[in-house]
């Protein structure tokens, strides 16, 4: 059986989610949020080292003003009541993505769970935040440049990666259907394993998510060899 230690999700559908049942986008936004409390735990459960979440993408803020003036605010209101209870589950707090782009007030609720749970071990739960995987190939590789780095191996680049301290991605899970990466994770995923399907994220269940690591550990992860 193979080891998974990190899985990787985009957390699509929320607002197609909530178009379905006549209701406003952020109404699947909320809901979405609170099925990520559902699969921390189950993954803290399965024994799971870490989850990345697609929160919001470096192009998200091409959507409606009034979805984006939402997202930013749903941070503040996922802690205010989840953060209790993931903290004394152990589970820490980090961020991904250039957050320095990101209202005031919703950088500061990040980096408040971040400290607040900075030295609990059970389970890393990373939320990608103004994140994109080709905005983070290029700060990383103009730190380099900064540092005066000339001898570069894939050790070294990894290493100004924002995951630099996390293990290397398992496995992906996509929700909603669609079957591409989005400019999420692209180095990360070079051997990943992929899931795609088709529940929207406030429909993905505990139950679902346990289906896909079932799914995961039945195949044979090769990288380049037989």
Partial sequence: MESLKHVAIIMDGNG???????????VGHYFGSENVREIAL???????????????STENWKRPQKEIDYLMKLPAVFFERFL???????IQIRTIGDLSMMPEKTRKVMENAVEKTKDNKALVLNFALNYGSRDEIVRATRKIIQDGLTEITEEVFESYLDTATMPAVDLLIRTGGDKRLSNYLLWQLAY???????????QFGPEQFESCI????KRQRR???L
Avoid: C, M, S
Avoid at 16 to 26: D, I, L, S
């Fill in 223 to 225: 990288f380049g060899g």
């Fill in 16 to 26: 197609r989610w909530a178009q379905k049942q006549r209701k406003e986008r952020t």
């Fill in 214 to 217: 079932e799914a995961y550990h």
């Fill in 84 to 90: 209790k209870e993931l903290n004394e589950k152990g």
């Fill in 192 to 202: 990943a394993e992929l899931i795609f399907v088709d529940e929207e994220w406030p």
């Fill in 42 to 56: 189950k993954a803290l459960d399965l024994g799971i080292e870490a989850i990345t979440l697609y929160a919001f």
